[in-house]
């Protein structure tokens, strides 16, 4: 029989505040500390979501429908025995086990609202978000102790872990403002890179670097635009073309701006194909936007797509197909992708929906895209029908992104020649 000792106290460190605070700065160095050549050459939502993922804490959640019960132990404890001195009275132990998720070692820090008495444990770190929490009882060998004390006592404890982790939750919501402004430095450092290349460029000296940061956009519209600097993971002879955001939203918009009037024309387009509809989509487009020398911008390429290029490079494409179900879906994103491989490309999916339900048939779609191995995140879903908005990973390079526009046309169409749906 050997000598136990309690366990220790919980929530007993000085203080949260300071474990959450090593936390941000660990972020905050993580960003400083990234090779300046991959973190130009990496998304930077990539960038905040791995070091958000590294740093961040999940307060802990104890798992009671999971509490497991260790053999039971006796031993003796050491009790003053009034007269100044110690004798020692045998003890049964039992010790339950309650699973943690969450980072564990929350349990161990003071918050600045804190209990006088806090409950006593054991933690046991299996990882950042999960661990164990050890709580031991004792009672004088040979007492009779019922199932109902004890498991009265282990659930006590238990609420009172959980009282403590709740004055922590304030402290927490502090931190993940700290931590958000740390990971969002990440475009603060990129700008500062960029400028700092631009200087670098305006002096005229060669720099050894592995890589160039600088790329143009390309300018589509009737009056003069502004160009940004955007990295690239390549090594071009050249400046790399991306079309500007602003561009891509305006054409985006003349799209729907061209969908709502052929929505509204059903006998005009109840006999249309792809390719129809495709060109007269197409003239819309050129009506608003020309190229560097004022010739077409917008040119048709195969048989159902929407191109914009500069030089050998798709800038963006538009991709028109008929609703044939998810696999024809899927197969349009592949097409795409194929098509696009260079830094901020834009694209435009437009599903012509002929018959069936519309509403079901687009949330099909959405479903496609969201299925699709490239799916990298979802920026917008629309409402049943209206534009949803993705970023997909490019073939060529899982670094390179691609803004993907869903856009569903319906046009319900009639006659012996239209391919019935799969839904």
């Known amino acids: 029989m050997t000598e136990t000792r309690a366990d220790p106290l919980l929530f007993a460190r000085d203080s949260l505040n300071a474990y959450f605070g090593q936390r941000v700065a660990a972020a905050r160095d993580a960003v400083n500390r990234w090779d300046p050549d991959d973190l130009l050459s990496t998304p930077a939502q990539d960038v905040i979501d791995y070091v958000w993922a590294e740093h961040a804490v999940e307060m802990p959640v104890l798992q009671r429908a999971a509490i497991e019960a260790l053999p039971t ?75 109902q004390q004890i498991n009265a006592a282990l659930h006590e404890c238990i609420d009172r872990v959980d009282a403590c982790i709740e004055f922590g939750r304030s402290d927490h919501q502090g931190f993940l403002g700290q931590l958000r402004d740390a990971v969002h430095s ?27 940061a600088s790329s143009l956009t390309v300018p589509v519209r009737r009056r003069s635009l502004r160009t940004r600097p955007s990295p690239t993971t ?81 800038v963006f494409i538009g991709e028109c197909k008929i609703w044939r179900g998810q696999a024809a879906t899927t197969a349009a994103i592949d097409q795409l992708l194929s098509y696009l491989v260079w830094r901020d490309s834009k694209a435009a999916l437009l599903i012509f929906i002929r018959t069936g339900n519309p509403t079901a048939i687009a949330a099909k779609a959405v479903a496609a895209v969201k299925d ?52």
């Open 73 to 147: 132990e006796e031993g003796y404890v050491s009790i003053a025995n009034g007269f100044g001195g110690q004798r020692n009275m045998a003890v049964i132990i039992r010790r339950f086990v309650v699973p943690i998720e969450g980072d564990p070692q929350v349990l161990l820090y003071k918050a600045s609202t804190w209990s006088s008495h806090p409950p006593r444990g054991h933690v046991e770190l299996l990882d950042d978000s999960h661990g164990e929490l050890h709580i031991r009882q004792e009672a004088p060998l040979g007492q009779e102790v019922s199932a």
């Open 186 to 212: 990440v475009h603060v450092r990129r700008e500062r890179l960029l400028r700092d290349r631009q200087t670098e460029a305006e002096l005229g000296y060669p720099v050894r670097r592995r890589t160039e």
């Open 234 to 314: 390549q090594r071009p002879s050249k400046a790399e073309p991306v079309l500007a955001a602003n561009d891509y939203e305006d054409v985006i918009r003349v799209l729907l701006n061209s969908r709502n009037a052929l929505e509204r024309s059903p006998s005009m387009t109840r006999t249309l194909n792809e390719q129809t509809i495709r060109d007269l989509l197409l003239v819309n487009l050129n009506a608003n936007f020309e190229g560097r020398a004022g010739a077409e911008m917008f040119n048709g390429a195969g048989k159902t797509d929407i191109l914009v290029r500069d030089g050998d490079r798709n």
């Open 372 to 423: 699709h191995p490239a799916h990298k995140r979802t920026l917008r879903e629309g409402e049943p029908g209206e534009r949803s908005d993705f970023i997909l990973a490019s073939l060529a390079d899982p670094h390179r992104e691609i803004q993907l526009a869903l856009l569903p046309f319906v046009l319900p169409a009639s006659g012996p020649n239209v391919a019935p749906t799969d839904l």
